[in-house]
T-cell receptor
């Protein structure tokens, strides 16, 4: 059974801090790993990673995948209160559906 | 709006009621999904439709009944629910089944009383 584990479950930081969110996975016939941001209801897509060692970047957010160690990290630099959300990691494999982790609840205080 | 629209946004129903959740996408996607999101738990896949055929049913109780009349619409029919069914129900769509990630709707917050 495919499995995705995220850590930490929750994190409280102050504006300007840098945070690193972790995601480990066990997926049969791995195809991709995805990060989503969920603020109120609809998760919104952040990144899709398929290759090891290639950093994807969007503004202050970046993510990288390690297919050997089966994990990914999501970095957010110079955090802002608008970054407060649940960050979801998901992976797809031979099951062809996405398997999600429990998410990391990030709270950025002013 | 993400391109995937869910209605209603909120629903309160009694255990003997029958109601339906609706999901609509106009992104040209050919796969649609129902997920259940309970507090502090991973998103749970309920049903998958690909090209209007149900391809996944993850041991969901029969009190949940999906319907996909065409590639743009997906319903979840609810009857005789239990309080533990209270959750956020998210619909998603994708171009290929799981390959490129999903576009999610805003969800229906369901409360069973």
């Amino acid at each position: 059974e495919d499995k995705v584990v995220q850590s930490p479950l929750s994190l409280v930081v102050h504006e300007g801090d840098t945070v690193t969110l972790n995601c480990s996975y066990e997926v049969t016939n791995f195809r991709s790993l995805l990060w989503y941001k969920q603020e109120k209801k609809a998760p919104t897509f952040l990144f899709m990673l398929t290759s090891s060692g290639i950093e994807k970047k969007s503004g202050r957010l970046s993510s990288i995948l390690d297919k050997k160690e089966l994990f990914s990290i999501l970095n957010i630099t110079a955090t802002q209160t608008g970054d407060s959300a649940v960050y979801l990691c998901a992976s797809s494999g031979s099951a062809r559906q996405l398997t999600f982790g429990s998410g990391t609840q990030l709270t950025v205080l002013p | 709006e993400t391109g995937v629209t869910q209605t209603p946004r909120h629903l309160v129903m009694g255990m003997t009621n029958k109601k339906s959740l609706k999901c609509e996408q106009h992104l040209g996607h050919n796969a649609m999904y129902w997920y259940k999101q309970s507090a502090k738990k991973p998103l749970e896949l309920m049903f998958v439709y690909s090209l209007e055929e149900r391809v996944e049913n993850n041991s969901v109780p029969s009190r949940f009944s999906p319907e996909c009349p065409n590639s743009s619409h997906l319903f979840l029919h609810l009857h005789t629910l239990q309080p533990e069914d209270s959750a956020l129900y998210l619909c998603a769509s994708s171009q290929e089944q799981g390959a490129r990630g999903y576009t999610f709707g805003s969800g229906t917050r369901l409360t069973v009383v």
